[in-house]
């Protein structure tokens, strides 16, 4: 588990960076609340465990900056204060979409337990429970795939209208999106560039489908934004697509039924 601790005491860090490497999860700690949001908003994390009270720039306003910059890792921090929290200030935290609000735990059995609490994040993540978004104007493609993904109890929402598709995204939350880049009318190219203006594509995970026109320049530049996550070969064979798109979801098992 890669977690992220954003506290204003040198102390409280250390001491949690011993505790969780313990448990051999990977940790890394700021001091500053300002200098936390950045790498929330670079950096991937399973866990971010955010301090309400820190002077100068407070909890409070990490969430309100990363609820403008990058929505989606809102349901990642977990907030944690030694003071106790009233309803009343737990309602208006938990407004924000985080996953929930905790004591600071200062035993190695507290911080086991607070790494039990975030099974909503993607490590762990059910089969059934992920949704993939499918956009391409081939039918025939389509159904190719999202037989397959089903059959391995995935849940899939297929369209082969790209404008649909980007509906779809701006409105729905998908886990993964696999986009043809290809389309005539409106392109997958399009697609990208309309997230991207609407300040959501770093939030998204798509994977350009395979195309006959393979690597060129421009899907190797399109792999480089945050937010793209790669490039299906068409060499690739079902098996090695599912590895290839699930490879962040530490699933434990695929069925292979």
Do not use: W
Request: glycine residues 4%; negative net charge.
């Amino acid at each position: 588990m890669k977690v992220l601790q954003i506290d204003d005491s040198p102390q409280i860090c250390e001491m949690y960076a011993d505790m969780f490497t313990a448990y051999s999860d990977s940790i890394e700690s700021v001091n500053d609340g300002k200098a936390g949001l950045e790498l929330v908003v670079k950096k991937e994390f399973d866990l971010i465990l955010l301090d309400i009270r820190m002077p100068k720039y407070s909890g409070i306003d990490f969430l309100k900056d990363l609820k403008k910059r990058r929505p989606s890792e809102l349901k990642k921090i977990v907030v944690t204060s030694l003071l106790q929290f009233d309803q009343t200030q737990v309602k208006e935290l938990m407004e924000f979409g985080i996953h929930s609000v905790e004591n600071k735990p200062s035993t190695f059995p507290q911080i086991e337990s607070l790494q039990k609490i975030v099974s909503k994040n993607r490590a762990g993540k059910k089969l059934s429970s992920i949704r993939i978004l499918i956009i391409d104007v081939q039918p025939e493609t389509t159904k190719k795939i999202s037989e397959f993904f089903r059959s391995k109890s995935f849940q899939t929402i297929v369209t082969n209208d790209p404008y649909r598709g980007l509906k779809y995204i701006q409105e729905e939350e998908f886990d993964i999106i696999l986009l043809d880049m290809y389309m005539p009318d409106f392109s997958g190219l399009q697609i990208i560039k309309m997230l991207a203006t609407d300040e959501i594509l770093q939030d998204q995970n798509i994977f350009i489908l395979p195309t006959v026109f393979g690597h060129n320049n421009q899907i190797k530049e399109l792999i480089k934004k945050d937010g793209i996550n790669g490039f299906l070969e068409k060499s690739m064979d079902n098996d090695e697509i599912l590895k290839t798109i699930t490879k962040d979801f530490n699933l434990q098992k695929i069925n292979n039924s």
